[in-house]
């Protein structure tokens, strides 16, 4: 059970898609609850399935849990937030400006930035004006807000008018023009945030080095911001109690190294672990039950494989080889595995005697750096350089947007440049050209601009059209790189996810925004799957048979291509390995489908 040390007013989950932070939250809520104290769980993450865990249907307004008399919970929809307040900032301009200028506006209003200031707007009442939540002893959000959301609200300059002068169309300072009625109350709560007497960030992890690197750099940025009050919850950590399980001890063995390498910026921060549970924890029952992790870890040894196996990458790299050339693109959030599948890809269309470029963005760059030492004919290795390019992007729209600004503006310019956006659109640049190769081989991209991102500079260009009339100007590969992306025989996306809620659910909405963009994607991938391993340690049993709903939702309604991976148990790393992810079903695989079918009738 995860136990907060000292439990402030305030408590902040935050932690990356999957990791538990849901969970967390709702268990935290439940333990402080049933010690007597009046709790109030709230929750702005736009996945959220706070209904599900805790078996209730939640309203946007406290909601009575059964089982919990004091416990409420509510969820604060983000995406009709966000939608709400982008009405409200576009439509006074609609008949007024270009309508091209319309749709850069809307465009701009409509990426995570303003999801998540929109959110802050809804949760700061109950963050920043203490009469709000005045009935309860704990207020518990589930998802806090990031370190550059928290650095806009803080500059003096997000509260003048420069927003309303800026043009670029690439900003993601359009989402704060219309935050300045309560400045007041979102100063408190940023305040607040800060206050280690009201408030506790609390970092959720899982046992792995990405996931555990992502939340040091998490926290030593909101550390910088002065939110220094924190605490991590490691989720998931499994140990193997017997060795006749290859796949248990070697999951075992991999928490073990994760732990053993944990950054220094989070070591010392006070750590509670939590088991990895056989079960998900969804209801009350669940929920209280994880005080016992003895019975938590134990429960249920049933198994009932998905049948039949979905097929494995090879049937989709088959298809796309047919084509000849084109572009090839993994999305999907961060720790799913993309570079991985991203490079199995290139080298399986090298294998068919294809000249294959596989370029990425992946920082430690340890997989196409091993590739490039072994050598491989006809694949070809490039790295863009996510800092460099966005550092010579930045150089660049503060040598002309930012050259006619006061110190404020270009302050203000400055941490716009600094948001997430600003990476994805100098990284965009840098694809489109890439992109422009796949006329003549395959291209094989790792990491990809979001459908608002791609949709953002496409109505960006478009306002530049329609104030200049001289598209002429524009190099051949940006102009040409949205026509591409959505021709389905030139440009194939595959959405790349882990068999559990968040990540699929997140997956969704991302191939919502591709759809958005009028890009189809062409396939999705369920990476680390326990359905096809021969698994017997009750725990991975148990939740090999938690994967199949999320496995049959994708396979129902979201794609009509789907290949699942099974878990490795070393992460691949050369040519070799590479090769086994992608490699046609073998005898052993068949026999082993026979296994689960004969252990699915038992």
């Known amino acids: 059970m995860p136990r907060i040390e000292n ?11 999957g990791v538990g932070k849901t969970s967390m939250a709702c268990a935290t809520a439940v333990q402080l609850a049933n010690s007597g104290l009046r709790v109030l769980l709230v929750s702005t993450d736009p996945a959220s399935n706070l209904h599900d865990v805790l078996a209730t249907k939640i309203l946007n307004e406290p909601t009575p849990i059964g089982g919990v008399p004091n416990l409420r919970a509510m969820n604060i929809d983000p995406a009709e937030s966000a939608r709400q307040y982008r009405e409200r900032m576009v439509e006074p301009y609609r008949g007024v400006l270009p309508a091209a200028a319309v749709a850069s506006m809307e465009e701009q ?48 300059s997000a509260w003048s008018g420069f927003m309303e002068t800026n043009t670029t169309g690439t900003s993601c300072l359009g989402p704060l023009a219309g935050l300045q009625a ?87 921060l006070p750590r509670t672990t939590v088991p990895l549970l056989s079960d998900g924890l969804m209801g009350i029952e669940a929920l209280q039950r994880v005080d016992n992790s003895d019975a938590a ?11 039949p196996l979905p097929k494995g ?21 961060g720790g799913v595995g993309k570079t991985t599948i991203a490079a199995a890809i290139a080298v399986a269309l090298a294998d068919r005697g294809h000249e294959v470029l596989l370029s990425t963005t992946d920082p430690a760059a340890h997989l196409t750096a091993t590739l490039a030492s072994e050598g491989l004919p006809n694949l070809t290795l490039s790295r863009i350089d996510p800092a460099e390019e966005t550092a010579a992007y930045t150089a660049e729209v503060m040598a002309t947007a930012g050259a006619q600004l006061d110190d404020a503006g270009r302050a203000l310019l400055e941490e716009d440049l600094r948001s997430p956006c600003t990476e994805e659109i100098a990284v965009f640049r840098a694809f489109a050209r890439a992109v422009a190769g796949g006329r003549e081989r395959f291209v094989v991209l790792d990491t990809a601009p979001t459908g608002h991102t791609i949709l953002l500079l496409d109505s960006a260009l478009a306002y530049h059209r329609e104030v200049t009339r001289q598209s002429s100007q524009m190099p051949e590969y940006v102009e040409q790189l949205l026509p591409r992306l959505r021709d389905p025989e030139f440009a194939r996306v595959l959405i790349v996810t882990l068999p559990e809620a968040t990540p699929v659910h997140e997956a969704v909405q991302l191939q919502g925004d591709l759809r958005r963009a009028e890009i189809e994607p062409f396939a999705w991938v369920i990476n680390q799957s326990l359905q096809p391993l021969a698994v017997t340690d009750p725990v991975l049993v148990q939740r090999r048979q938690n994967e199949v709903p999320f496995i049959r939702e994708v396979s129902d309604s979201h794609s009509r291509r789907l290949a699942v991976l099974p878990w490795q148990k070393e992460p691949p790393r050369g040519v070799s390995s590479l090769r086994q992810v992608t490699a046609a079903p073998s005898p052993a695989r068949d026999r082993l489908a026979r296994y689960h079918q004969q252990d699915a009738t038992a």
């Not at 700061?124 to 589930?142: K, N």
């Not at 870890?297 to 049948?307: C, E, I, R, V």
């Open 109 to 156: 209003f409509s990426g995570s930035c303003t999801l998540e200031i929109a959110a802050f707007d809804e949760f700061s009442r109950l963050l920043g004006d203490d009469a709000a939540t005045a009935e309860y002893d704990h207020v518990i959000f589930d998802t806090a807000p990031t370190g550059h959301t928290l650095r806009l609200l803080t500059l003096p």
């Open 297 to 307: 870890t134990a429960a249920g040894t049933s198994s009932d494989p998905l049948q």
């Open 182 to 268: 309560q400045q007041a109350l979102y100063r408190q709560s940023v305040a607040a945030l800060a206050d280690p007497d009201k408030t506790t960030l609390v970092l959720v992890t899982r046992p792995e080095l990405s996931a555990l690197r992502e939340a040091a750099r998490t926290s030593q940025e909101l550390q910088q911001l002065g939110v220094r009050n924190q605490q991590l919850i490691i989720n998931g950590l499994f140990s193997a109690p017997a060795n006749d399980d290859e796949f248990a001890v070697a999951m075992a063995a991999r928490c073990e190294q994760a732990l053993n390498s944990i950054p220094d910026a989070i070591a010392s």
């Open 313 to 333: 990458l090879h049937a989709l790299i088959d298809e796309i080889s047919d084509s000849g050339h084109g572009v090839v693109m993994t999305m999907g959030k």
């Open 7 to 17: 439990p402030t007013r305030n408590l902040f989950f935050t932690g990356k898609g």
